[in-house]
């Protein structure tokens, strides 16, 4: 059971560098999520989508843009690291069911470090 | 819109010595209760969950919730700890009307069990 994979794993990355993360879910669910979590400060949601193609801002949406071409893909951009972009980030996905059977999984996490 | 408070952000205890890491929340509806574990350089995993009827839930690992609507809290607690709940625990609360699957985190509570 995969359920939610992140990849990489960890990056380092100079200022102004880009890159994409890659959440990948095998449980054909309709809502993905991106957050990243720092020191102190929780989870804060990124940008979310609610199926194929669609995509909304989250609380902290400002340096990253994001794309959901596949229904189980959901990818994460960094146009020009900054140094504020340094975290861990995480992917969720939960199924369309609304109220109780709607649970996210979340994946292990991307450590990133822009120096 | 609601929110999270984890009221301690470290707690220390004794390895066999009962825990309560305390959770409310501020919320002008209904909402769904979650807990989830963060084991050391891992992705979170879900460790109970309050969606409606019985105020007391039990998760994995010997731990529980209670949810207490008067006081709108939601705290954890485990009578005998050991070594291998040193972990961070983040308590997530949910809109529970129709279509709602955002959660709304908690700074997190760090847990540290002393041998």
């Known amino acids: 059971n995969a359920g939610v994979t992140q990849t990489p794993k960890f990056r380092v990355l100079k200022t102004g560098q880009s890159m994409t993360l890659l959440c990948a879910q095998d449980?054909?669910?309709?809502?993905m999520y991106w957050y990243r979590q720092d020191p102190g400060m929780g989870l804060r949601l990124i940008h979310y989508s609610v199926g194929e193609g669609t995509t909304a801002k989250g609380e902290v949406p400002d340096g990253y843009n994001v794309s959901r071409l596949k229904k189980q893909n959901f990818l994460l951009g960094l146009e020009s690291a900054a140094p504020s972009q340094t975290s861990v980030y995480f992917c969720?996905?939960?199924?369309?069911?609304?109220?109780?059977?709607?649970?996210?999984?979340f994946g292990a996490g991307t450590r990133l470090s822009v120096l | 819109a609601q929110s999270v408070t984890q009221l301690d952000s470290q707690v220390p205890v004794f390895e066999e010595a009962p825990v309560e890491l305390r959770c409310n929340y501020s919320?002008?509806?209904?909402?769904?209760l979650f807990w989830y574990v963060q084991y050391p350089n891992q992705g979170l995993q879900l460790l109970l969950k309050y969606l409606s009827g019985s105020t007391l839930v039990k998760g994995i690992n010997g731990f529980e919730a209670e949810f207490n609507k008067s006081q709108t809290s939601f705290h954890l607690r485990k009578p005998s700890v050991h070594i291998s709940d040193t972990a961070e625990y983040f308590c997530?609360?949910?809109?529970?009307?129709?279509?709602?699957?955002?959660?709304?985190f908690g700074k997190g509570t760090k847990l540290s069990v002393i041998p």
């Open positions: 969720a996905s939960s199924s369309i069911a609304g109220g109780a059977k709607n649970i996210q999984y």
């Open positions: 449980m054909n669910h309709e809502y």
């Open positions: 919320s002008s509806v209904s909402v769904y």
């Open positions: 997530a609360v949910r809109f529970s009307g129709a279509g709602s699957y955002q959660l709304t």
